[in-house]
């Protein structure tokens, strides 16, 4: 058999030797808050919360505690203070432990989920729409964001209940947070329940409300976050922050925040996933002749060489010049340029003469048509200028 070496149940909780239990509960409910596995799904948050449950159960028990403070450990094997089930089986269910706190259902764990509801509640996600250049999506950067969300009260931590009170068990539903009355129906009598009017069915009515929050344990605020934009988003991508959401009614954990990315149309770029696409004007003469460009590309400025006899509607590829693979270990898209070859409009006399002369030299007076017949006799027809 393994030895079993005490565990520091004060330590996991972060609390004094003395603490109280009210410290105690106050200590676990925010660990549960940061580590409870529907809070917080990492498997190192899975083996924290066993242990926080442990060490909470532990000392919530004045005979287990004693254990503790005289050097033992009531979980070990064969130690004493019977098998609990601190640390093994399911876990509560996270509303459940805030009903254990703060609802009238008794005992933690005891019984099936009936009777009053929570005061506490998981918050909401919440989402912030960011536009950004294409350069920084493509690039990534830290943007500073401001957010306006409900926070935790700090005058009441979340209670809802003023300074030095706290909620008292409803007159009405005697805290069973339902009402039910009996109806005399064709069929017989019919029970029926309904959450209780006068605490909402809470069960417990606050009657000193925090004056801060009025009673809902949050408040709203504005406060600034850094987000950082990876290389290589895109519009209506979104990145999640977790736990920066709304915090729920009651102080509830918060949801999460969505940062939705946009991004604001380039006057040259239009992005197609990873690769760009651009336009470039060429002259007629540029495009028989070739030429070399000189580009604006996300990284500068590249030179591109437009060969001799480019058609219209050829199309570049520069490869590597397009935006980052989001995640993909610098591997980038390409740039293609599209080129628009321009015929000359509005010729002068001279440029006249000269293309024509061009037409003459290449033979190129009559519209070259393959095969005969239909639609390119008539074409060469009417250019001809004759039946
Ligand atoms: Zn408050
Ligand atoms: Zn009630």
Redesign the pocket.
């Known amino acids: 058999m393994r030895a079993h070496v005490a565990k520091d149940y004060y330590g996991i909780l972060g609390v004094a030797k003395d603490a109280t239990p009210d410290d105690l509960k106050k200590a676990y409910r925010k660990l549960a808050r940061e580590f409870h596995p529907d809070v917080n799904p990492s498997p190192e948050a899975q083996e924290k919360f066993k242990e926080i449950n442990a060490a909470f159960e532990v000392l919530s028990d004045p005979q287990k505690r004693q254990i503790v403070d005289l050097g033992g450990d009531p979980l070990a094997p064969g130690g004493g203070g019977g098998a609990g089930a601190g640390g093994a089986g399911p876990f509560m269910d996270f509303q459940d432990i805030m009903d254990a706190f703060f609802g009238a259902s008794g005992p933690m764990g005891a019984g099936p989920r009936r009777g009053p509801r929570s005061r506490v509640r998981p918050g909401s996600d919440a989402i912030l729409r960011l536009d950004l250049d294409l350069e920084e999506a493509a690039f990534g950067l830290e943007s500073p964001i401001t957010v306006d969300t409900a926070t935790v009260?700090g005058?009441?931590e979340g209670s809802?209940a003023a300074a030095g009170s706290a909620p008292v068990t409803c007159d009405t539903c005697e805290g069973s947070g339902e009402v039910q009355s009996v109806q005399r129906t064709i069929l017989g009598q019919m029970v029926t329940s309904r959450p209780c009017a006068t605490c909402s069915g809470f069960g417990t009515v606050i009657p000193n409300p925090?004056p801060?929050?009025a009673g809902d344990?949050r408040?709203r605020s504005r406060r600034t976050l850094t987000v950082k934009i990876p290389a290589g988003v895109e519009d209506g991508m979104r990145i999640r922050l977790a736990g920066q959401g709304e915090v729920g009614p009651g102080g509830g954990p918060a949801g999460d925040l969505y940062v939705e990315i946009h991004e604001r149309p380039h006057d040259v770029f239009t992005r197609k996933g990873d690769d760009l696409h651009c336009k470039i004007k060429v002259p007629m003469t540029a495009a028989a002749l070739g030429t070399n460009l000189t580009l604006k590309t996300l990284d500068g400025e590249e030179s591109v060489d437009v060969n001799p006899g480019t058609q219209p509607g050829s199309t570049l590829r520069v490869r590597g010049k397009g935006v980052p693979r989001l995640r993909g270990g610098g591997a980038r898209g390409d740039l293609f340029v599209h080129l628009d070859v321009r015929t000359p409009t509005k010729l002068d006399a001279e440029q006249g003469e000269l293309l024509q002369k061009l037409a003459q030299l290449r033979d190129e007076e009559i519209v070259e048509v393959k095969g005969g017949g239909g639609f390119f006799s008539r074409m060469r027809d009417a250019f001809n200028g004759h039946a």
């Open positions: 009260c005058t009441c809802g925090c801060k929050c344990g408040v």
